[in-house]
């Protein structure tokens, strides 16, 4: 299920569009994944940052997170985990 948080969107730099496009494009790149089922896209307002979950779980969920600068747009963090 795909969720978005668009408090404080209006005041970012760049588009959601954008900072999906940057996350993909890093995984895609960085890690070699290319099936990313988009779950979560949240932009903090307070420290100008946007993080994007893409799931590529096959039988159980395995989420990567990457954090975006909005000012820069540069990527600053990469995370994985299991739920």
């Given at each position: 299920m795909f969720k978005l948080s668009a408090e404080g969107v209006k005041k970012a730099?760049?588009?959601i569009e954008e900072a999906i496009d940057k996350a993909r494009e890093f995984l895609q790149r960085r890690g070699g994944y290319y099936n990313l089922l988009?779950?979560?896209v949240a932009y903090d307002e307070t420290t100008g940052k946007w993080h994007v979950?893409?799931?590529i779980g096959i039988l159980t969920p395995l989420i990567l997170k990457v954090t975006i600068n909005d000012?820069?747009?540069s990527i600053i963090d990469y995370e994985r985990?299991?739920?």
């Open positions: 730099k760049m588009s988009l779950q979560k979950e893409f799931d000012a820069t747009g985990r299991t739920t």
